[in-house]
């Protein structure tokens, strides 16, 4: 079974760092595309980082780029999200997902197969 298992979310202040954890099973993991997503209240799901570890390609969103990195470890399965100079329209559940390709691209939260449970990101003002 695949599984994802995200965790690191938590309260923050504006302008302070976060790094969330998703860890992952079941997939090759350098072969597959690994994506962190947010949904806030009231809003459609969207993908803020996606990495492919077997080549480190990366793409993110405008609204996080120069502020958020991706990165793998694949000797433990693992991607991170770094997220720095954090912003009170951050605050959002963010998951972890995977998809058994190799492009680095946002496709739509229904093309994505695997999902972890999201971990809440809130930042205060």
């Known amino acids: 079974d695949v599984q994802l298992q995200a965790s690191g979310g938590g309260l923050v202040q504006a302008g302070g760092s976060l790094r969330l954890s998703c860890a992952v099973s079941g997939l090759t993991f350098g072969n597959s595309a690994i994506a962190w997503f947010r949904q806030a209240p009231g809003k459609e799901r969207e993908g803020v980082a996606c990495i492919v570890s077997d080549n480190d390609d990366t793409v993110y969103s405008d609204s996080v780029k120069g502020r958020f990195t991706i990165a793998s470890d694949n000797a433990k399965n693992t991607v991170y999200l770094q997220m720095n100079s954090l912003k009170t329209e951050d605050t959002a559940v963010y998951y972890c997902?995977?998809?058994?390709?190799?492009?680095?691209?946002?496709?739509?939260?229904?093309?994505?197969?695997?999902w972890g449970q999201g971990t809440q990101v809130t930042v205060s003002s």
């Open positions: 997902a995977a998809r058994a390709d190799t492009r680095v691209v946002f496709t739509p939260p229904s093309m994505w197969p695997y």
